[in-house]
């Protein structure tokens, strides 16, 4: 699939590891089972040291500068590994492993696992956990991406969370249907308003 996305972005003209790069949200929950990571599409069942290791070599082969849910959301060991391996050349979120929550990011942070974290307002319920859970990853140096949910309507509180807590990253799907419009059309009147003082970050917001 990574290289037909590859095929897709020189056919429009640009240069993945340049103009364009790779974010990839495994997902490795719904595939973790008694302690393997089952592959199925490609007949593999790869243990956490494995699964740590095949990242690293889809990192080394692809421009890919960001990986959520790489491993599963209990998998501290796993986590452990892909982040010792990657962790300085790829942003490595955690979503199922810290679901918003600042208790489990501290852990997270002691353990040296993963380098961010995906926020959901109503993943932990209230906005003063959110604003926690983001004040707590920027002091350990995390990055956070402020995420939408599945099943979204046209508000687009999100965006103006993303820019007043400088998350400098949002993730609300692709310039489709009016629920992820909303949230861009919302940055835009933002950037507006801000005029010069609006900053595009870039790549510059990664760690890598």
């Known amino acids: 699939a990574i ?16 103009d364009m790069f790779l974010a ?7 595939f973790f089972k008694d302690g393997k990571y089952v592959l199925e599409g490609e007949g593999k069942t790869l243990s956490p040291d494995e ?3 095949y990242l690293e ?3 080394a082969r692809y ?3 960001s990986i959520e849910d790489g491993l599963a959301e209990d998998d501290w060991d796993g986590w452990k590994a892909t982040t010792e391996l990657i962790g300085n050349k790829c942003q490595l979120v955690g979503d199922d492993l810290f679901v918003t929550n600042s208790k489990r990011l501290r852990k997270g942070i002691d353990l040296g696992v993963a380098n961010s974290i995906l926020i959901k307002v109503n993943q932990i319920g209230t906005l003063s956990e959110t604003l926690d859970a983001v004040e707590t990853a920027h002091k350990a140096a995390y990055t956070s991406v402020m995420s939408h949910r599945s099943g979204e309507t046209e508000d687009a509180t999100i965006a103006d969370l993303a820019v007043a807590t400088n998350c400098g990253q949002i993730k609300t799907g692709s310039l489709a249907r009016s629920d992820r419009l909303a949230k861009y059309n919302q940055l835009i009147r933002i950037e507006e308003e801000l005029g010069p003082q609006a900053v595009y970050a870039g790549t510059s917001i990664l760690k890598a």
Do not use: N
């Open 63 to 65: 421009p890919i500068i």
């Open 51 to 53: 699964m740590a290791r």
């Open 57 to 59: 070599d889809l990192v």
């Open 24 to 30: 990839l949200d495994a997902a490795s929950t719904e």
């Open 3 to 18: 290289g037909f996305v590859m095929k897709a972005i020189e056919k429009a003209g640009y240069k993945p590891g340049e």
